[in-house]
């Protein structure tokens, strides 16, 4: 299946801080989604973003298909982002099929 | 809002143990999934369902069965439950292929002793 890698793979902030996470993938993709998981195990769909920028928030998301890589960037961040951040997408064959990368584990610190 | 519950949060089960574990989406959903997650592994899809009484393998079908006789109801079996089979189960709901999101529910950590 196709490949989704995420970096970095842990990241302390300062409350305030900005960050970027980054996924990249390897062959062309679809239905390219962000989620956070919160410490008690949720799921949230932070994103639907195949290509493009699209912004809700602090939070934004870009996709360059062509290239292969997604950024997500959290700016102003607070102690509720503290999470782990997954990129998920569907390759042309299997459309139902989500594959997830590892997670980028994002502690805010106060 | 989208509302996708699961039967429950926690479960302990005894090897051999036949185990259920059902979830619920309230936003008359196509698409159901059925996912585990591992550390080290991240999630990986063990079913998924885009009708009633529809049903494709996933990734790691091995072990388990699922059933969807209504719309808004996905339930995940385990024949015999194994040590192995020990982890976070994640269920999914969304609608259509193209443009879609996927809506977890809050997740059943199972325990199988």
């Known amino acids: 299946g196709i490949q989704v890698e995420q970096s970095p793979p842990d990241l302390i902030l300062q409350e305030g801080a900005n960050s970027t996470l980054r996924c990249n993938f390897s062959d062309s993709v679809n239905n390219l989604q962000w989620f956070h998981q919160n410490p008690w195990g949720q799921l949230i769909n932070l994103f639907y973003i195949p290509s493009g920028t699209k912004q809700n928030g602090r939070l934004s998301a870009t996709t360059v298909a062509t290239e292969r890589y997604s950024l997500l960037y959290i700016s102003s961040s607070q102690t509720t982002d503290s999470g782990v951040y997954f990129c998920a997408l569907s390759d042309g064959r299997r459309a139902n099929n989500l594959f997830f990368g590892t997670g980028t584990r994002l502690t805010v610190i106060p | 809002d989208v509302k996708v519950t699961q039967s429950s949060r926690y479960l302990v089960k005894r090897t051999g143990e036949k185990v259920f574990l059902e979830c619920v989406q309230d936003m008359d959903h196509e698409n159901m999934f059925w996912y585990r997650q591992d550390p080290g592994l991240g999630l990986r899809l063990i079913y998924f369902s885009y009708d009633v009484k529809m049903k494709e393998k996933g990734d790691i079908p091995e072990g388990y069965s699922v059933s969807r006789e209504k719309k808004e109801r996905f339930s995940l079996i385990l024949e015999s439950a194994s040590t192995n089979q020990t982890s976070m189960y994640l269920c999914?709901?969304?609608?259509?292929?193209?443009?879609?999101?996927?809506?977890f529910g809050p997740g059943t950590r199972l325990t199988v002793l």
């Open positions: 999914a709901s969304s609608q259509g292929t193209s443009g879609r999101r996927e809506y």
